[in-house]
């Protein structure tokens, strides 16, 4: 995917337009500097998610010094994230935030299913597009 093939701008007039690295889900995203704190908004159908927005930056910083494929790790805020994912990272208290990028509790979760989309649009990652355990880079 290129930042061509997205739809959309990522504002909330204009959300992005994606789905899920497996391809089984459509979502839209958008930034919302605005918020209190600003989030990158989630919207799944009528469920809504909030990630700290510092959450694009910091994965793709994260990434880069990793500096190979980590695999995704998606998983519910309700069952544990397997280590050296992307999931776990999103709610270790070693990331820039110290625990959680979701806001509310019951939706914090799916760190690893949302974010590498957003990336992949904004042209910071490679992210892997098969059926299962799918991986993302930083480019």
């Known amino acids: ?73 998606n998983a519910d805020e309700q069952k544990p994230a397997a280590e050296g994912t992307v999931e776990a990272w999103g709610r270790s208290a070693d990331n820039p935030v110290g625990g959680w990028y979701g806001f509310k509790k019951g939706l914090r979760g799916r760190f690893g299913n949302y974010l590498p989309p957003v990336l992949e649009a904004l042209g910071l990652a490679e992210v892997e597009h098969n059926a299962r355990n799918n991986r993302m880079r930083a480019i």
């Open 1 to 73: 995917m290129t930042t061509d093939d997205v739809d959309g701008s990522g504002t909330p007039a204009d959300p992005w337009k994606l789905t899920t690295p497996p391809g089984s889900s459509a979502f839209e995203a958008y930034r919302d500097p605005d918020a209190e704190p600003p989030a990158l908004v989630v919207q799944v159908g009528k469920t809504q998610l909030r990630y700290h927005l510092s959450a694009v930056e910091d994965l793709h910083a994260m990434l880069t010094a990793h500096g190979d494929w980590m695999p995704l790790g």
